[in-house]
């Protein structure tokens, strides 16, 4: 688990809520000279939102759907149901429900009756996507996560908001695949291995109830050796019977190109990358051309 970043595909409510942030400073403004600048400066959010869903739908409309077993080493798409790794459970933080994946959010009202975020994160543990040829390991890590089934709920004086990829849901991916050989598996046995420590030390009483022998509260060097021979285990047992073939593995591609999760047919993906796409391409015409005739005319907008 880590802080969420801002690496995660906001275009329809980031740019929606710069266009109000721009709307809400010319009002603030109380001058009509400040529109033509808002409206030129909306439709230049509007264009840089437009490239960012058009290049999305692009490589979602023209890639093809490839097949665990028979997919390209390289840039591909799959689709599949979610399935947990053997040995590796994941829990939503909040909510305790067994998933793929999560994001979650506290936030806490203030005397102001304002929300301000308390605490956040994201996992970035390893999952699988099944289809009916194989089985693909999923490396969340720097996804742009969409269509995750949303959930929030108050408490008292918290709210809070968890986003999940669920076992056996729809699950399609977009990204780097990669086999590894038997050369490879060491290298990444070590990095599945890390990172499953540092998933269990999220959880530090569950951690020191199963390695802190002498109860003391911290772990010995004993102890730690104990739990990275387990955490060893545990990625060995996963990947059981996968090494004569190697382990497929969908990851976020070294190149910059858009790594995308989903937890919906890819028909829907796609349709609603080409539908934010055009919104944002009419807006961004007509509040460029509102704006140019304000400038051109001097006049103030009604």
């Not at 591909?76 to 998933?99: M, Y």
Request: with cysteine; net charge negative; charged share 25%.
């Amino acid at each position: 688990m880590k802080r969420r970043g801002w690496r995660r595909f906001r275009s329809g409510w980031l740019t929606g809520g710069l266009h109000f942030l721009i709307l809400w400073l010319a009002i603030e403004a109380e001058s009509a000279e400040a529109w033509p600048y808002a409206l030129a400066a909306m439709a230049v959010v509007s264009f840089f939102a437009w490239a960012a869903n058009y290049r999305r739908y692009r490589q979602v409309h023209d890639l093809p759907t490839s097949k665990v077993a028979s997919a390209a080493q390289g840039y591909v798409e799959l689709f599949g149901r979610g399935a947990l790794i053997a040995g590796t459970p994941i829990n939503a933080p909040l909510s305790g429900v067994p998933c793929c994946w999560y994001s979650y959010t506290v936030e806490v009202k203030s005397s102001d009756d304002k929300w301000k975020e308390e605490d956040s994160g994201e996992s970035i543990a390893h999952f699988l996507l099944v289809d009916e040829t194989g089985e693909c390991v999923v490396s969340p890590d720097g996804a742009e996560i969409i269509f995750p089934q949303h959930k929030c709920w108050t408490q008292g004086s918290r709210r809070y908001t968890e986003e999940l990829l669920l076992p056996e849901g729809h699950i399609y991916a977009l990204g780097d695949f990669v086999t590894t050989g038997p050369a490879d598996l060491q290298a990444g046995e070590n990095k599945d291995v890390g990172h499953l420590l540092a998933d269990w030390k999220q959880d530090q009483a569950t951690l020191l109830e199963r390695f802190d022998a002498d109860r003391s509260g911290t772990l010995d060097l004993t102890e730690w050796e104990r739990a990275r021979l387990e955490a060893r285990r545990a990625v060995r047992e996963r990947s059981r019977g996968s090494a004569g073939e190697g382990l497929h593995l969908i990851r976020k591609p070294a190149d910059g190109r858009v790594f995308i999760l989903a937890g919906e047919l890819p028909e829907r993906i796609g349709r609603r990358f080409a539908l934010w796409s055009w919104g944002h391409l009419i807006f961004f015409f007509a509040a460029g051309i509102i704006s140019f005739l304000l400038f051109s005319s001097g006049s103030p907008a009604p």
